[in-house]
C-alpha cells in the first residue's frame, strides 16, 4: 500500500471482500500483460490500486438503477443472527453489531430480482416464508466524489473501526434505499450441500427475490436470450471503500494498524470448520458505519480492451470480491442495451486467501468471477413467466396483489 501523500491524494485504498461461497479450478490463465493506471477523470475518481479495475458509479444508467445490494444476516448453530461486540458506541461503550453478508442482485422486472442460491443459504435463510430480507439501492449520482474518497478513511483497529471523520453514508448526495424482500425460490446447488432447494426443481447457482415496496415503474433488465460463451461483459456492484487498507503483508517496522487492516481487511480468514468464526473475523461482514456500500462497475483494461469471457465458457476476467456473489454479468444487445447473462457464482484460487482479487497484479485474460449458465437464468426467469408477465406490465397489475405463479 503506498502511504497517503498529501492531504487530499488522488487516490484512496479499497478494502477488499464479498461473499463467494466456492472457487473452480481453472486451465492456466492467459500471459500476464503489461497493466498500467486509468488515472483520475472529471466524471469518476478512482480508488486506490483499484483504479484499472472498477470506477463510481455515477452514470445514472438503467443498469445501475436495476442492481442493488443484498444484505443476509449470518446466523449460528442455533438459528440466531450472529452479533460481534465493539467499543464504538457513545463514550466508547460496547455495542453489538451485526454479522452480515452482502451479495448482489438484478431487477428483471419491477419487483423480481435474480441472485446467486449460494448467497441465500438455508442456514442463513432457513425461512423463506417469513424471514425478510433487505435489498439496497444506492444512488451517489450527485455526491462529490472527493467527499466519499475522503470518507473513506478510518481509524482505530479491529474490531474497533470508525470513519476519521464523516462517515460515507452521511456525505451529502450519498442516497440509500430500503427494500423489503422474500425469498420466493431457491435451487440446488453443489455449492450449498446442505442447503436443500427451495421452491426450486432444477439445479444451479440461482434464485429469485421478490421486494414488494419497490415502485412499479422502477427500471429492471431483461435476461439474455442466449449467451455466445464469447465476448464483452460488464458488471455493477457495490462494495465498501475504506483507507488506509495495505494489499500485501506490511513489512517489519509497519504501523500498527497496517497489520490489523491486512489481517482483518485483506487476507481472507476462512476456516472450514466454523464459516461464522471466520465472517467474525473478517471486516467486510460487520454491519458498521464505516461499511456504507458503495455502487461499483467494471471498466475496461488500460488500453481500452474491454472484460470477456474465456476460454469459450462462463468465465470472465471481471474484478470482484467476497461480496460481489449475485451480481449480474451483463452483455450488450443488438441494440446495444444491457442484458442479464446470470449472477456471479464464484472466483478463482485468489478467494481462497483473499477477499478481494488483487488489484495490482490482476491481469487481462486471468480468470476472475465465474457466472451461472444464462441457460440456468432463463430456467428461473421461465418458472415465474407469468408473474413476470404481469409484473412487467404496470398498467395492469399496479391494482393487484403481488402473485407469485410458477409455469406448468
Known sequence: MRPLSSVVPRRFGLPLLLAIAGCVSAPADAPDVDDGDLGATSAE?????????????QDGS????????????????????????????????????????TCGVTFISPHFAITAAHCVEQQNVPDPANNTLTVRQVDVTNANLLALHTAALIKGTYPNYE?????????????????????????????????????????????????????SSAPWLPVASSDPLAGPVEMYWFHELLSPIPLTQPQAGAPVTAFDRFQHYTRLNATAADKLAARKANWHYIASRTNALL????????????RRRLFNSTRTDLFGCHGTSGSGVLQRNANGEHELLGPVSTGSEWTLTRLCNDPDAFRP????????????????????????????????????????????
Open 295 to 306: 455502487p461499483l462497475k467494471s471498466v475496461p483494461w488500460s488500453d481500452g480492451t474491454a
Open 365 to 408: 485474460g486471468q480468470t476472475g468471477l465465474t457466472y451461472t449458465p444464462t441457460s440456468v437464468t432463463q430456467q428461473m426467469e421461465a418458472k415465474f413467466s407469468r408473474s413476470l408477465l404481469l409484473d412487467r406490465s404496470p398498467i395492469i397489475v399496479n391494482p393487484l396483489p403481488p402473485v407469485f405463479v410458477a409455469s406448468p
Open 163 to 215: 470513519p476519521l471523520a464523516t462517515a460515507m453514508n452521511d456525505v451529502p448526495g450519498f442516497q440509500s434505499t430500503a427494500l423489503t424482500c422474500k425469498l420466493v425460490s431457491r435451487c440446488a446447488h453443489s455449492l450449498i450441500p446442505d442447503s436443500p432447494a427451495h421452491n426450486c426443481d432444477f439445479t444451479g447457482d440461482v434464485a429469485m427475490l421478490h421486494c414488494s415496496n419497490r415502485a
Open 45 to 57: 475518481v478512482q480508488a486506490e490500486n483499484g483504479g484499472t479495475q472498477f470506477a463510481i458509479v
Open 62 to 101: 438503467r443498469a445501475s438503477k436495476a442492481t442493488g445490494v443484498l444484505e443476509i444476516p449470518m446466523r449460528g448453530p442455533n438459528g440466531q443472527p450472529a452479533t460481534i461486540t465493539s467499543n464504538t458506541g457513545p463514550m466508547g461503550m460496547p455495542i453489538s453489531l451485526a454479522v452480515r453478508g
